[in-house]
């Protein structure tokens, strides 16, 4: 079955600085996304991708963040000076008549 | 904005018995969606409801999507000790530019004594 695929599973950065984290869509989906889970909380839409711009974003996606589909098959999410509240689990989707998460990166800021 | 009200926040019961949770809202969803999340991993769909008043079945697994679109219950029959983990119901709305996004609840995290 195919699999939207992230890397990398846990990654542990130092606030203030840059992360990147990727992810591999099904090949044949064309709406992307990025949601974030603080540990313990509900899962929140940060924003939504289709042909190669945002159609979407929440009032969490603000200047310090931003994606990118370089090359037609990575998407990208990038925070550009981390927090400290930024420490969450973060799922990439496709979706094309139906949505399929990747299995997250944890991100911990420290 | 657009909130789900997903209870209980918690269960813990014996293998075997019978499971029941729910979701509110005060919006009007197109589809609704549960998911079950294990430890360290996405949420998993585990059944879509499209249309008002539909009644779902997957396995051991029945959900129903209210008539007034604001409301779902997802029953889980003679639980097993995998059943174990959180449940999330989801609302799918019509997002910009023909994306849909989902809103989620809170979860009801489901323990499972052997």
Known sequence: EPEVTQTPSHQVTQMGQEVILRCVPISNHLYFYWYRQILGQKVEFLVSFYNNEISEKSEIFDDQFSVERPDGSNFTLKIRSTKLEDSAMYFCASNQGGYTFGSGTRLTVV | ?114
């Open chain 2, 1 to 114: 904005g657009q909130q789900l009200n997903q209870s209980p926040q918690s269960m813990f019961i014996q293998e075997g018995e019978d499971v029941s949770m729910n979701c509110t809202s005060s919006s009007i969803f197109n589809t609704w969606l549960w998911y079950k999340q294990d430890p360290g991993e996405g949420p998993v769909l585990l059944i879509a409801l499209y249309k008002a008043g539909e009644l779902t079945s997957n396995g051991r697994l029945t959900a129903q999507f209210g008539i007034t679109r604001k409301d779902s219950f997802l029953n889980i029959s003679a639980s097993i000790p995998s059943d174990v983990g959180i449940y999330f119901c989801a609302g799918e709305t019509d997002g910009k530019g023909g994306s849909e996004k989902l809103v989620f609840g809170k979860g009801t995290k489901l323990t499972v004594n052997p």
